[in-house]
């Protein structure tokens, strides 16, 4: 089983959406959550981070960790097709290396 | 803040040279910083993780010796690439971390096409 799970998608949304990300993780450890956007050629880029449950919001992005599911969520809001990306999870616990899903492709329709 | 820069962006080279990548962090200092390689459309796969001052630490199937990372300070990494080959032509990027958030911020990568 692997450490994190995410469903690679691709997902296709009409602009407007409200567009819903998850993984799922198996390690009880992990308390450092992170969600990063990488557009095409290019490196990932921060968007959200949070430390343990809870939720965690950001203009049109809402993060959200339920550590006794082990799962984890990102809502976007109003979808823009400028939000079109690949969309990466990634975990820690501690000071470790960070463990990644393998990214859910995003594409919103104008 | 926290923003990580990687040059160069791009390179060509024939197949048997060496190629560098150099890696820094703009505004804040890394005690560690990671060095990671891309396929296309998959996930990133950690090659290594470079400590300043001391030797890197390799993902089990990377040869430390085809990779070179040097870690002379806070804010530079680099990976060379011995000897290049056509397979090793990918995209490679770094990340520092952060370590009072827990977290890596990432370079724009570099894109190696070996000939």
């Known amino acids: 089983q692997k450490e994190v799970e995410q469903d690679p998608g691709p997902l296709s949304v009409p602009e407007g959406a409200i567009v819903s990300l998850n993984c799922t993780y198996s390690?009880?450890?992990?308390?450092?959550f992170m969600w990063y956007r990488q557009y095409s050629r290019k490196g990932p880029e921060l968007l959200m981070y949070?430390?343990?449950?809870g939720n965690k919001e950001d203009g049109r992005f809402t993060a959200q960790v339920d550590k006794s599911s082990k799962y984890i969520s990102l809502f976007i809001r109003d979808s823009q097709p400028s939000d079109s990306a690949t969309y990466l999870c990634a975990m820690k616990s501690g000071a470790n290396n960070l463990f990644f899903g393998t990214g859910t492709r995003l594409t919103v329709i104008p | 803040g926290a923003v990580v820069s990687q040059h160069p962006s791009r390179v060509i080279c024939k197949s048997g040279t060496s190629v560098k990548i150099e890696c820094r962090s703009l505004?804040?200092?890394?005690?560690?910083m990671f060095w990671y390689r891309q396929f296309p459309k998959k996930s990133l796969m950690l090659m290594a993780t470079s400590n300043e001052g001391s030797k890197a630490t390799y993902e089990q199937g990377v040869e430390k010796d085809k990779f070179l990372i040097n870690h002379a300070s806070l804010t530079l990494s680099t990976l060379t690439v011995t000897s290049a080959h056509p397979e090793d032509s990918s995209f490679y990027i770094c990340?520092?971390?952060?370590?009072?958030?827990?977290?890596?911020?990432f370079g724009p990568g570099t894109r190696l096409l070996v000939l």
């Open positions: 390690n009880s450890a992990f308390q450092y």
């Open positions: 990340s520092a971390d952060l370590r009072l958030q827990e977290t890596q911020y």
């Open positions: 949070t430390y343990s449950s």
């Open positions: 505004d804040f200092q890394a005690t560690t």
